[in-house]
């Protein structure tokens, strides 16, 4: 059984130890971390930008494939309407089909943004890393729970 809950400072070390936290002061948004046995097996950032975006989304290598990253997609649309927006965005690498699978399997589609080239060495909180990659931006109008959402345009 894996539990998905907001990072608690408390859990930074035990998180990062495993999984790495590059957006922890990014200042935007939160992470959510997935915990299996108080283990943590999975995290994602969800920036509360207009709209908001999943960022960072990790999932440790011998957890993969076990539905994970799509229960953090849901419980991050599930915060999102709760802040009040009606849609999400995402970019993937256009290399990346593992990713590009699940997102679509979630209802994400394409935004009509240009892909976005991305090349150089980017500063982040973990270190530097080099970068040489395309970016494909994707979105998916989030169906209001219940009450009725409040949309941002």
Known sequence: M??????RADEIDAVTSVLGLARLHQGDGFYLVAWHDDQPVGHLHLALTDPPELQDVSVREEYRRAAIATA????AETEARAH???RMRLTVSVDNHAA?????KCGYTDA???????????????????VDDTLLTWEK????????TR???
């Open 72 to 75: 953090m997609t849901a419980h």
């Open 112 to 130: 009509g943004v240009a892909p976005k080239r991305v090349k150089g060495t980017i500063q982040i909180r973990t270190g530097p890393i080099d």
């Open 141 to 148: 109008r989030l169906e209001p729970e219940g009450a009725t």
């Open 84 to 86: 009040g927006f009606d």
């Open 2 to 7: 894996v539990e998905i809950r907001l990072l």
């Open 151 to 153: 949309g941002r345009e």
């Open 100 to 104: 590009q699978s699940l997102y679509r």
